[in-house]
């Protein structure tokens, strides 16, 4: 089980952020392991296993993407354009976790096919429901936003 | 017939010698005056009588009487007479006995010739009284033969000279016959004939005369000696009634002359044209105004048909005329067209009257034909600014106005051509819109003008005719291949600038003058009107669009803002409360009660921060936002807030009720779900502590728009204070009893002024507060 243990990758360039969500996932009590990349471009990297993230054993292919939508080079919105266009990534669950509450960032997330929108900071209910997607998704049931 | 005449009047003449004789002198006043008779003088004084008469006979009779009487009592007698009178009288004498010729021979009776004795003492027309006494006194005296004897006379004198017209003549030798009296011894028989005093012209001379005598006999139908007394008082009575009747005709006669002139008076100088045409059409008569009207004198129409004044086309017109006037009928007020003597039409409003004779048949008719050439063409001239003013009044589409003007101009100046040219971006006059004029003639005149385009004030060119008028030969040869024979400039300005010109064309000689010119004017003004409203609604649009892209520019940098704030500055914000949240949890037991409550207050300072952020970004986004307004069910979104609202903040066990179902307004659903969250919010916020909070929600219809009304059991507002509620950032309660960013209330009204309602709050500051949002109903609520 723990070699199939499922990884989350989270891409997100402020430092604080990440200490919070890692300190949210472990209230929450999630223990699968967590991946973080500094910004969209790296996203991309990560999840076609280009440069540094070639090594799929190190840098396996996550279960679940928590995306932030302002980061530098390319933004969560890139990141999710360029998804819907790799096949073998688009069932993968994103869910969005941003400082905004407009609500265009909010439908423009859902046309993109992000899976679910939360605002900053992260909590343990959030997170509780964004694993739900993950064993849903594994279960292939369709769960909406 | 003479002789018959005097033989009829000589039986007669024997009756008046019987009946005067047996009579005794008596005054012509007297009420028989047939009973006097010339021979009864008034003894020695002189006796001036006068006889009118209508036949000879009647006077040779009388005369006869009076002379034969004289020589009887061996008095003189003198006759002075025409030669016919002084012969009809010698045979009355001689038929009365007398031997003339041995009286003559005594020298007892004198026969003069009248005329000629005249010409002895007229002098100038007048008789001269010298030679008069000379003469007649010298007659006087050798018929008086030495003064023993009484002269009676008889003259005519007078009458010849009444008779010739010299009445003053005739009346100065009545007077001179009077004064000769004074030193002869004589009685004067004058006669005049009554036929010379026919006229009213003689009445006072016929007084006159009469006056100048002693005694006045009339003529022989009053005064006949076989008369009786019966008889003449009848003939008296029937002359009176004659004299009465005619003086009425007389009078009837001068109020119908007097009629006749003034009617032939009012015809004569009319304005309109009055004339008369038998049944054939015949024209009978001709007034002043219809030879000013048609140009053909009376004397070279009369005569002729009416027909010459009807042109060809309407020529049918005339037959249905005429069978109307036969039937008896009237024509009134019937406008139509009829041709002058020159050529030319006239449009006239025609009256035809039936003219009848004394037993009512119709015999012609008398025709009324006023010019209305000057009222059509004002009428047209009106009807065309009309048309145009209509036009400018409903469209900006210039190339409508353009043809709608210059219809109306041609129309108004009769012209066949026209054009209208406006100056382009390169500052050349250049054709814009025109009516018969071809490409050829148009490409060769543009861009000329008469005037400078800065010119201060242009004004109209007209060239009345071109081959007169100095005009550039270029423009000359291309005007004369158009056939153009004259032309008229008009400016176009608009505040005194000029901006493009209209023309008018004639193939003639055209003499334009400023008053036909002024209905052009009228249209002119009109189209620079129209030129220049276009032109400003063009800068405004354009202006608008600048001012449109630049305010879109400044939204879109201001939501652009908007986003950045709402990420880079929540972000510290979110780290200085999440790492004192971290430390409280991680560190709290290591921390005394007075560092816990700093974590709380820095906690709470941090919230406060991210609420002010975002309710900052709120009302910013309500402002920008696109609104578009849907029914939206108010019952439906009011339910969902509440209970969302008492999930959220369930410490506080707020009461909310909604009464009854809740109306639809027109709306914009997130603004509005704002707007009522932030009053419910504040409705169980600002309560006095340990108070439950109850909140009552209902809807008002008001009119056209419906009222959501929300009252709570709060602190309330006073009302001072109520106009600066929903202003940003006030703040009526202090900051440390009720939290809040001050903005929520702005949101509240920024939200229903977008959708296009209003917000307000009703509170006595004591028992709580009514908060409302007023918006136009949804159709079917």
């Known amino acids: ?145 | 017939m003479q002789s018959s005449a005097i033989k009829k009047a000589g039986t007669r003449s024997k009756l008046i010698f019987q009946t005067s004789k047996e009579s005794d002198s008596a005054p012509a006043s007297t009420a028989k005056p047939s009973r006097q008779s010339p021979d009864q003088s008034r003894g020695p004084a002189f006796d001036h009588l006068v006889q009118f008469y209508e036949s000879d006979a009647f006077l040779a009779d009388r005369v006869g009487e009076f002379i034969g009487a004289g020589f009887q009592a061996g008095e003189g007698g003198i006759i002075i007479g025409t030669p016919e009178h002084n012969s009809a009288i010698a045979n009355r004498l001689a038929q009365n006995g007398l031997d003339l010729t041995a009286l003559a021979k005594a020298g007892q009776y004198v026969a003069l010739d009248a005329k000629d004795t005249l010409s002895q003492f007229m002098v100038k027309g007048l008789p001269d009284k010298k030679r008069f006494d000379q003469l007649i006194g010298g007659v006087l005296t050798n018929a008086r033969n030495g003064q023993r004897r009484r002269v009676r006379a008889f003259g005519e004198m007078v009458a010849l000279l009444w008779k010739d017209g010299n009445g003053q003549a005739a009346i100065q030798l009545e007077e001179l016959w009077n004064e000769l009296s004074r030193n002869h011894s004589f009685s004067l028989f004058c006669a005049y004939p009554m036929n010379d005093f026919g006229g009213e012209r003689n009445r006072e001379a016929f007084s006159h005369i009469c006056h100048a005598h002693s005694r006045v006999f009339p003529t022989e139908s009053y005064a006949a000696p076989n008369q009786t007394e019966e008889e003449r008082l009848r003939a008296i009575a029937a002359l009176e009634q004659k004299a009465m009747s005619l003086e009425s005709e007389i009078e009837k006669r001068k109020s119908f002359e007097y009629r006749d002139r003034l009617f032939a008076s009012i015809v004569q100088y009319s304005d309109d044209a009055i004339a008369s045409k038998d049944l054939n059409g015949i024209i009978t008569s001709w007034n002043a105004g219809a030879e000013r009207i048609f140009g053909y004198t009376a004397a070279e129409i009369i005569g002729k048909s009416v027909t010459i004044l009807i042109p060809p086309e309407l020529q049918h017109e005339e037959p249905g005329i005429l069978a109307r006037l036969r039937r008896g009928e009237r024509i009134d007020h019937y406008e139509t067209i009829r041709r002058r003597k020159d050529g030319t039409n006239l449009e006239v409003s025609l009256t035809v009257s039936p003219l009848k004779d004394d037993t009512g048949k119709v015999i012609g008719a008398s025709k009324i034909a006023r010019d209305i050439t000057e009222r059509k063409r004002a009428e047209m001239i009106q009807q065309a600014i009309y048309d145009v003013t209509k036009t400018v009044n409903r469209t900006v589409d210039l190339r409508e106005i353009y043809e709608a003007a210059l219809s109306a101009l041609c129309r108004c100046q009769y012209a066949q051509r026209a054009a209208i040219l406006l100056y382009d971006n390169n500052g050349v006059m250049r054709f814009t819109a025109w009516r018969n004029l071809s490409d050829e003639y148009r490409s060769k005149v543009e861009g000329h003008s008469p005037w400078q385009r800065d010119a201060p004030s242009p004004q109209p060119v007209c060239l009345d005719d071109v081959s007169q008028d100095p005009l550039d030969a270029n423009l000359r040869a291309a005007v004369r291949r158009e056939g153009i024979r004259s032309l008229a400039f008009l400016p176009i300005t608009y505040e005194g600038r000029l901006i493009g010109k209209f023309m008018i064309y004639y193939d003639t000689p055209h003499h334009f003058t400023p008053e036909e010119l002024r209905p052009a004017q009228t249209i002119v003004t009109q189209v620079a009107f129209a030129i220049e409203r276009r032109r400003t609604g063009e800068n405004l649009e354009r202006m608008v669009n600048e001012r449109t892209a630049s305010l879109r520019e400044a939204i879109a940098q201001m939501e652009e803002f908007s986003y950045s704030v709402s990420h880079d500055l929540r972000a510290p914000v979110r780290a200085m409360q999440c790492y004192a949240e971290v430390l409280r949890e991680d560190y709290g037991a290591k921390l005394d009660e007075p560092a816990k409550k700093y974590l709380d207050r820095i906690i709470n300072g941090g919230a406060r921060m991210d609420q002010l952020i975002q309710d900052i970004l709120t009302y910013s986004r309500l402002s920008r936002r696109e609104i578009k307004l849907s029914p939206i069910s108010l019952d439906k979104i009011t339910r969902e807030i509440a209970r969302q609202h008492v999930e959220t903040i369930r410490s506080t066990h707020a009461e909310i009720t909604l009464e009854g179902k809740l109306l639809s307004v027109m709306g914009h659903e997130a603004s509005l779900t704002q707007a009522i969250a932030n009053l419910l919010n504040n409705a169980v916020k600002f309560v006095a502590p340990g108070t439950k909070p109850k909140v009552r929600v209902w809807t008002e219809r008001r009119n056209r728009d419906v009222r959501l009304w929300i009252e709570d059991n709060g602190i309330g507002i006073k009302p001072e204070y109520q106009h600066r509620l929903f202003s940003v950032f006030e703040r009526i309660h202090p900051e440390k009893n009720y939290e809040g960013t001050g903005i929520g209330l702005a949101i509240v009204r920024k939200a229903a002024e977008r959708m296009g309602g209003k917000a307000g709050v009703e509170s006595d500051g004591v028992t709580g507060s009514k908060f409302w949002i007023q918006l136009p109903a949804a159709e079917n609520s």
Request: glycine fraction near 4%.
């Open chain 1, 1 to 145: 089980m723990s070699t199939t243990k499922p990884v989350i990758l989270l891409a997100e360039d402020d430092e604080n952020d990440v200490f919070f969500m890692k300190r949210a996932l472990q209230k929450a009590s999630v223990d699968f392991p967590l991946h973080v990349v500094k910004d969209g471009q790296e996203a991309l990297d990560y999840l076609s296993g280009a440069g540094k993230f070639s090594d799929r054993h190190q840098h396996p292919l996550p279960a679940l993407i928590l995306l932030d939508l302002k980061m530098p080079f390319l933004n969560g919105f890139d990141v999710l354009a360029w998804i819907n266009t790799q096949p073998s990534l688009k069932s993968i669950p994103v869910v969005v976790l941003t400082s905004s509450s407009e609500e265009r960032d909010r439908q423009k997330a859902a046309q993109f096919g992000a899976k679910s929108y939360f605002v900053k900071p992260p909590t343990p209910d959030m997170l509780q429901q964004a694993m739900g997607l993950l064993n849903s998704s594994h279960e292939n049931t369709t769960i909406s936003s």
